[in-house]
């Protein structure tokens, strides 16, 4: 048993919201290290690069000493192994994402024993919230500035200069 406790916290985060890092903060109160794991992009329709996501998110913790930026891609599970993690955190909004994340924590579970999945109840003020959404916000013209940290709405705000602000 470590007595170290390394945690991976990954996903997309394309972008990065307040939710994520309403975790990421809680996640650091649990983790001795919390590695925050950027998926490198997959998806065509990716708004931000994978080194863009690493950069908003290394300014949102700056302020958190335990927290680490890093992108990772193949499978969850070989990563965290070659971090010496041994648990994963997720996220759980709605009972939507608690059978995927079940899903998932079970295949990891099945494919590495030694890694665990926690899952945070995303805070109250959260639970509405997703990156989809807020590219679908600021891509229509609206504003996305109560969703996502300040450095995030910056480079939105590149992105898209006619959006509300
Ligand atoms: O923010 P997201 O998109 O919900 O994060 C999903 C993520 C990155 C956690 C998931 O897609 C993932 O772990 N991908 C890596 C590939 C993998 O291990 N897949 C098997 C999971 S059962």
Excluded: W
Aim: aromatic share 6%; with cysteine; net charge neutral.
């Amino acid at each position: 048993m470590p007595n170290s406790l390394i945690a991976v916290f990954p996903g997309s985060f394309d972008p990065p919201t307040n939710g994520h890092l309403d975790l990421i903060a809680r996640g650091a109160r649990i983790a001795n290290h919390l590695i925050v794991a950027v998926l490198q992009n997959t998806q065509k329709n990716a708004l931000f690069t994978t080194a863009e996501r690493s950069e908003m998110l290394k300014e949102c913790v700056a302020h958190l000493p335990n927290v680490e930026i890093d992108s990772f891609d193949g499978l969850l599970v070989d990563y965290a192994a070659h971090r010496h993690a041994h648990i994963i955190l997720r996220g759980i909004r709605t009972i939507s994402d608690y059978e995927t994340e079940s899903q998932m924590a079970l295949l990891n579970h099945r494919m590495r024993p030694e890694t665990e999945t926690i899952f945070l109840t995303a805070s109250a003020e959260h639970t509405f919230l997703s990156s989809r959404m807020v590219k679908e916000i600021i891509t229509l013209g609206g504003d996305a500035s109560p969703f996502v940290p300040e450095p995030v709405m910056r480079q939105l705000r590149g992105r898209f200069p006619t959006a509300k602000r």
